[in-house]
């Protein structure tokens, strides 16, 4: 095991395949995540990034990966030499709006006012751990986790965060395989990993979730069938493409 203290930009530029590499294997194929198109940030996706930052590495380290600002309406001269000092100030950094940042605060508010939730955003954040799992080099950088107390914490914004709908959001986004590859890789029982379900619309919910143990399972079938097709492709350089358990003569995919 490899932990090193890097940024977000700096582990995902590493080739070492991960969980979000192995969902995209299970629910397309290996074609498709070697042929993955370079991550281009959406609002939804700076939105989610923030409430991680502020939430979990505190305002100071908020402040260093984000910029609060509403952007000017107009186009005058005046206004475009604002506009284009200001993006000078913020540089590298993501912009989020005012109204964002207030929603984020109260997302925070909901965490801290939730006895069951509150003690799974304090523990070791954001670093990233290289390993390997039956000679497949493999790594994963947890939300936050506490390794005395064998738990892994992980934050999901979505639009709606019943049970009934959230369970959907880990089945098709393949939550169960990233619990299961994390625990795997960190040696914590799947069972002590939680998911922090927030809403990104008012009210802002923020819920807390744990796997059944038919959950488990099937996380655990799609992380090894995953894991061997990758492992597959390292050791041929063959590319598979979808697949299913049966094929016609010509090849073809039953379904």
Same mark, same amino acid.
């Given at each position: 095991? +490899?932990?090193?203290?890097?940024?977000?930009?700096?582990?995902? *530029?590493?080739?070492?395949?991960?969980? *979000?590499?192995?969902?995209?294997?299970?629910?397309?194929?290996?074609?498709?995540? %070697?042929?993955?198109?370079?991550?281009?940030?959406?609002?939804?996706?700076?939105?989610?990034? =923030?409430?991680?930052?502020? &939430?979990?590495?505190?305002?100071?380290? #908020?402040?260093?990966?984000?910029?609060?600002?509403?952007?000017?309406?107009?186009?005058?001269?005046?206004?475009?030499?604002?506009? =284009?000092?200001?993006?000078?100030?913020?540089?590298? !950094?993501?912009?989020?709006?005012?109204?964002?940042?207030?929603? %984020?605060?109260?997302?925070?508010?909901? +965490?801290?006012?939730?006895? !069951?939730?509150?003690?799974?955003?304090?523990?070791?954040?954001? =670093?990233?751990?290289?390993?390997?799992?039956?000679?497949?080099?493999?790594? &994963?950088?947890?939300? &936050?986790?506490?390794?005395?107390?064998?738990?892994? *914490?992980?934050?999901?914004? /979505?639009?709606?965060?019943?049970?009934?709908?959230?369970?959907?959001?880990?089945?098709?986004?393949?939550?169960?395989?990233?619990?299961?590859?994390? /625990?795997? +890789?960190?040696?914590?029982?799947?069972?002590?990993?939680?998911?922090?379900?927030?809403?990104?619309?008012?009210?802002?919910?923020?819920?807390?979730? *744990?796997?059944?143990?038919?959950?488990?399972?099937?996380?655990?079938? =799609? #992380?090894?069938?995953?894991?061997?097709?990758?492992? #597959?492709?390292?050791?041929?350089?063959?590319?598979?493409?979808?697949?299913?358990?049966?094929?016609?003569?010509?090849?073809?995919? +039953?379904?």
């Amino acid at each position: 095991m +490899i932990k090193k203290i890097e940024s977000n930009d700096a582990y995902h *530029s590493d080739k070492t395949i991960s969980a *979000s590499g192995l969902k995209t294997i299970f629910n397309k194929s290996v074609y498709h995540h %070697i042929n993955r198109k370079k991550f281009n940030k959406k609002p939804s996706t700076t939105f989610g990034s =923030a409430v991680h930052s502020y &939430c979990l590495e505190g305002e100071s380290q #908020f402040y260093k990966e984000f910029a609060v600002w509403d952007k000017p309406k107009g186009g005058s001269k005046a206004v475009k030499q604002e506009i =284009a000092e200001k993006l000078m100030d913020i540089g590298s !950094r993501d912009i989020i709006t005012s109204s964002e940042f207030e929603n %984020i605060k109260k997302i925070y508010e909901n +965490i801290l006012a939730d006895d !069951r939730i509150k003690p799974y955003i304090f523990g070791e954040v954001e =670093a990233s751990h290289y390993s390997e799992i039956d000679g497949v080099p493999i790594k &994963c950088r947890p939300d &936050c986790m506490n390794l005395a107390e064998g738990w892994i *914490s992980d934050i999901k914004t /979505c639009r709606d965060n019943s049970p009934k709908k959230f369970k959907w959001d880990i089945l098709g986004w393949g939550y169960h395989l990233q619990a299961v590859c994390y /625990c795997k +890789i960190m040696g914590i029982p799947v069972e002590n990993f939680r998911f922090i379900a927030i809403e990104n619309v008012y009210p802002f919910s923020a819920e807390l979730y *744990s796997l059944s143990p038919e959950m488990i399972e099937q996380g655990e079938v =799609a #992380f090894e069938k995953a894991l061997n097709d990758w492992k #597959f492709y390292l050791d041929t350089g063959i590319l598979t493409k979808h697949n299913t358990k049966n094929t016609s003569e010509d090849g073809g995919l +039953i379904i």
